[in-house]
């Protein structure tokens, strides 16, 4: 039985990336920090006491940012995979809080490979590098185009991206990256675009809410289907040889054109909805993400399964439904969370 250890467990890709590693027969071993309240939803369902014999996946604490953590891991499980997807990952916030953002990303992903490096483990790496790093380069990005970070979190993840190829060249180390354009789901979290509209059009339709406040509507992002990423991640570190790997649909589109298919199927006008608020533009922006996944189709066999028509729908529907069941419960907290101006960015 094959063991991975997955860092950024609990959020949307790690969620999605244990279940398919579990569906796949591998004995998972979670990482995920202390938090002062459940930080494991994502993950509830999969979870099942570590007494009970035959579980096959055990959650551990440890932090990118403490290396004694990641070290005493690796020693324990030692494994035969490690997918580093944990990540101080919201791009707007990492220009509030750029040093715990580079101490994260950047300087996380080094801890991580040095502990990989000094404990002399033969596992695999998997980084998850990002379209931002593309920046302001114009589309479409593939992996021989040049990068230009815009944000701390951008620069932070080449910083990643390159120590990865550095450890692999210097070392021999099995690691791969894969730069990841915008791959979002139900599970996504609720403060990045997509899932801010979603959730707010779940909220607009059950009168809960009454504006939605954005950011640059003109921004154009590619943006996939989370389970269809989690499979290229697997699919990178079954190669013999450790590469790199843009992956995303073709094709992009603007947060307007999401805000007008997104309201149109729930029978809504965005404009009759939706401000501007100058707070949710960023210092720099990165306009257009657009991912030339060329190489990933031809060496993985790699293609994504879900449309951007689909991809909408899907996050309607399930926010639609999620909330609706809420209040059926009669969740007290439910008007007062989405009306707080902290949680809408
Ligand atoms: P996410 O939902 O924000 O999850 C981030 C995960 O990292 C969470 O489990 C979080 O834990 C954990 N984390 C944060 N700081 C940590 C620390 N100091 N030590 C250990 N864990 C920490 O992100 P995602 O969308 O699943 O993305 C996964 C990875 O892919 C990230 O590295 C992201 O930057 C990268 N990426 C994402 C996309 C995308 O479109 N989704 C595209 C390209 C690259 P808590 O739950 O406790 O906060
Ligand atoms: O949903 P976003 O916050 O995602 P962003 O910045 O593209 O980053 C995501 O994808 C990256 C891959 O390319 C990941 F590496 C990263 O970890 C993260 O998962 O913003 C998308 C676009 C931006 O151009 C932003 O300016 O939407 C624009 N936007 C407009 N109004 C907004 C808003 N973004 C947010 N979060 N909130 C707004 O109100």
Not at 125 to 142: C, D, I, L
Not at 152 to 160: D, E, I, M, N, R
Request: charged share 25%; proline share 4%; hydrophobic share 35%.
């Amino acid at each position: 039985m094959k063991k991975a250890i997955v860092t950024g467990s609990t959020g949307q890709d790690g969620s999605y990336l244990i279940e398919f590693l579990l569906a796949k027969g591998y004995e998972i071993h979670a990482l995920k920090r202390r938090s002062s309240s459940f930080n494991t939803d994502r993950l509830d369902h999969l979870y099942k006491d570590f007494h009970d014999s035959g579980t096959r996946f055990f959650l551990h604490y440890a932090d990118l940012t403490d290396g004694s953590s990641l070290t005493r891991l690796l020693y324990d499980v030692r494994p035969d995979e490690v997918y580093n997807l944990a990540a101080q990952s919201h791009v707007k916030v990492s220009f509030e809080i750029p040093e715990y953002t580079a101490d994260v990303v950047a300087t996380g992903t080094l801890r991580l490979l040095e502990a990989i490096r000094l404990t002399g483990l033969k596992c695999r790496f998997y980084q998850a590098s990002s379209s931002e790093m593309f920046g302001s380069t114009s589309p479409p990005q593939s992996e021989t185009t040049v990068f230009h970070p815009r944000s701390p979190y951008a620069c932070a993840k080449l910083f990643g991206h390159t120590i990865t190829v550095n450890y692999r060249e210097s070392y021999r180390l099995h690691a791969s990256s894969g730069i990841l354009f915008n791959h979002e789901s139900p599970r996504r979290g609720e403060t990045f675009v997509t899932r801010k509209i979603t959730r707010a059009i779940a909220h607009i339709k059950l009168g809960l809410q009454n504006k939605l406040y954005i950011g640059n509507m003109e921004a154009r992002r590619d943006w996939g289907y989370a389970p269809d990423y989690v499979r290229a991640m697997w699919m990178m570190l079954q190669q013999d040889v450790p590469d790199d790997y843009v992956i995303g649909t073709g094709e992009a589109h603007s947060v307007r054109e999401f805000l007008d298919l997104a309201f149109a199927h729930a029978n809504l006008d965005w404009h009759e909805f939706v401000e501007i608020d100058p707070r949710y533009f960023r210092p720099a922006e990165a306009d257009h993400l657009l991912a030339d996944a060329s190489k990933a189709r031809r060496v993985l066999g790699w293609q994504p399964s879900v449309t951007f028509k689909d991809l909408v729908r899907i996050m309607v529907e399930a926010d639609l439904a999620d909330v609706e069941s809420k209040l059926r419960g009669g969740e007290a907290l439910l008007r007062s969370t989405v009306e707080s101006p902290g949680r809408n960015s």
